[in-house]
Antibody
Framework: EVQLVESGGGLVQPGGSLRLSCVAS????????MAWVRQAPGKGPEWVAN???????NYLDSVEGRFFISRDNAENSIFLQMNRLTAEDTAVYYC??????????????WGQGTRVTVSS | DIVMTQSPDSLAVSLGERATINCKPS????????LAWYQQIPGQPPKLVIY???TRESGVPDRFSGSGSGTDFTLTISSLQAEDVAVYYC?????FGQGTKVEIK
């Protein structure tokens, strides 16, 4: 059974940093692109970043230069280092697997999410 | 960037009746394979329902179907069940629609 478990969310002041983690199980992790997708309160999902098995990365324009996605294939994990956080980054952050044959950036499995609140 | 616009924003359908949700990209999608639909039940993460515009994800009931191409795509629930109450999102690559809330009439 595929499982994705996020951790690391919390309350942080504007300008602060946070590191999110996601541990995956139930599939051959190194074969898959992985992604972070966020959802602000009352809004739809918003793609944030993704990473390929060889560490090729892509970012949403508004987080480029502030967020850094990484992965550890030995630990079946991905991470999101978030710096210079603003109120607009407040959201539930989901770790998601990108399907192999489902089309570009289609996420076939999602974690339960970790909540990030940026507030003073 | 392509903008995905869904209609309606919400709809109420009687149990057993058909629910139809539309998704309109701001530009023609050259590849229908890049259109997906997700279901999000309150308090849960999104769940993939349809990919490639019309392929049901494994385990999804066959009352769910997707169709369309170019600038017009549709998600249809042929006979609405109580467990289908959710918000549905279309997606093209890294862009999601604003969502359509489906409720029971």
């Amino acid at each position: 059974e595929v499982q994705l478990v996020e951790s690391g969310g919390g309350l942080v002041q504007p300008g602060g940093s946070l590191r999110l983690s996601c541990v995956a199980s139930g599939f051959t992790f190194k074969n898959y692109w992985m992604a972070w997708v966020r959802q602000a309160p009352g809004k739809g999902p918003e793609w944030v970043a993704n990473i390929r098995h060889d560490d090729h990365r892509n970012y949403l324009d508004s987080v480029e230069g502030r967020f850094f996605i990484s992965r550890d294939n030995a630990e079946n994990s991905i991470f999101l280092q978030m710096n210079r956080l603003t109120a607009e980054d407040t959201a539930v952050y989901y770790c998601a697997r990108v399907g192999l044959n489902t089309g570009y950036d289609v996420n076939d499995y999602w974690g339960q999410g970790t909540r990030v609140t940026v507030s003073s | 960037d392509i903008v995905m616009t869904q209609s309606p924003d919400s709809l109420a359908v009687s149990l057993g009746e058909r629910a139809t949700i539309n998704c309109k990209p701001s530009q023609t999608l050259s590849e229908s394979s890049d259109l997906a639909w997700y279901q999000q039940i309150p308090g849960q993460p999104p769940k993939l329902v349809i990919y490639g515009a019309s392929t049901r994800e494994s385990g999804v009931p066959d009352r769910f179907s997707g169709s369309g191409s170019g600038t017009d795509f549709t998600l249809t629930i042929s006979s609405l069940q109580a467990e289908d109450v959710a918000v549905y999102y279309c997606q093209h690559r890294r862009t999601f629609g604003q969502g359509t809330k489906v409720e029971i009439k």
